[in-house]
């Protein structure tokens, strides 16, 4: 069975960092396009990051390109988001997400199959 386990969220203060973890069971995440998405409290879903498991291309939205890096260890089916000088906007839950056969890499919600449960972030001081 297919399934993707985030974890690595909690409390920590501004300007600190958190490295989340991504993990898949059920399927090798050889040719697939894994994503970071989030969401607050009244806020819509918001893409992250996205990386290409098979050739390493990555995308970031925008607004956090600098501060996030996204990258995938395919030996331990894992995909990490670390997350740098965190502010409290980026307080959310933090889900992971697959993309079976991709065809390019993007952060549509809508191409994604299989979503985990989600890890809380929580940025307070």
């Known amino acids: 069975q297919l399934q993707l386990v985030e974890s690595g969220g909690g409390l920590v203060q501004p300007g600190r960092s958190l490295r989340l973890s991504c993990a898949a069971s059920?399927?090798?995440?050889?040719?697939?396009?894994i994503g970071w998405f989030r969401q607050a409290p009244g806020k819509e879903r918001e893409g992250v990051s996205c990386?290409?498991?098979?050739?390493?291309?990555?995308y970031y939205t925008d607004s956090l390109k600098g501060r996030f890096t996204i990258s995938s260890d395919n030996r331990e089916n894992t995909v990490y988001l670390q997350m740098n000088s965190l502010k409290p906007e980026d307080a959310a839950v933090y889900y992971c997400?697959?993309?079976?056969?991709?065809?390019?890499?993007?952060?549509?919600?809508?191409?994604?199959?299989?979503w985990g449960q989600g890890t809380q972030v929580t940025v307070s001081s």
């Open positions: 997400a697959a993309e079976i056969s991709p065809v390019g890499i993007g952060l549509n919600p809508a191409l994604y199959d299989y």
């Open positions: 059920g399927f090798t995440l050889d040719y697939y396009a």
């Open positions: 990386i290409s498991t098979s050739d390493g291309s990555t």
